[in-house]
């Protein structure tokens, strides 16, 4: 094994990437793995288009590091399994371009994980983050809202 060798668990599969410890996450899914399903979107970690989890967290995968993963589960939306949040999504038509929404689900999913139930104050602060050039902001928050009583109706 290579001294750039880092192991990684991702959507839980193993992997060992002959990559500098440095590279960002991002580029490490994109170019090394083809999961292209997390988008670049400003490489400054400001508007939410690489979010991915990170043991159920969501963070900003242009701004963290191989070395910073290592030994922990990364799901990114090729991985997330979460059906009934998706079809809430298109119910609602929250995708106009698509290019924010794999974040935006991510950080969705990742607040519903942690809260069933979350406010809109809630889910306003959860989604500050990720930036919709195409502004559905509304229909996020009301497929968000639907979600959450469907799942406290169980």
């Given at each position: 094994m290579s001294k750039s060798a880092q192991e990684v668990t991702i959507n839980g599969r193993s992997f060992t990437l002959d990559a500098d410890p440095n590279m960002p996450v991002l580029w490490a899914l994109r170019d090394i793995l083809g999961l292209t399903?997390?988008?670049?979107?400003?490489?400054?970690?400001?508007?939410?288009?690489?979010?991915?989890?990170?043991e159920g967290k969501p963070i900003r995968s242009c701004l963290t590091s191989l070395q910073q993963v290592k030994g922990k589960a990364i799901t990114t939306i090729e991985g997330l399994n979460n059906p009934q949040l998706i079809t809430k999504w298109a119910e609602y038509n929250v995708p106009q371009c698509g290019y924010c929404q794999s974040g935006q689900l991510m950080s969705a999913a990742a607040l519903l994980m942690q809260n069933a139930r979350p406010t809109s104050n809630q889910i306003d602060e959860a989604m500050s983050g990720n930036i919709c050039r195409c502004g559905t902001y509304t229909r996020i928050k009301a497929a968000m809202m639907s979600y959450s009583d469907k799942e406290s109706q169980k």
């Open positions: 399903g997390t988008k670049f979107g400003c490489g400054a970690g400001l508007c939410g288009a690489c979010t991915v989890h990170l």
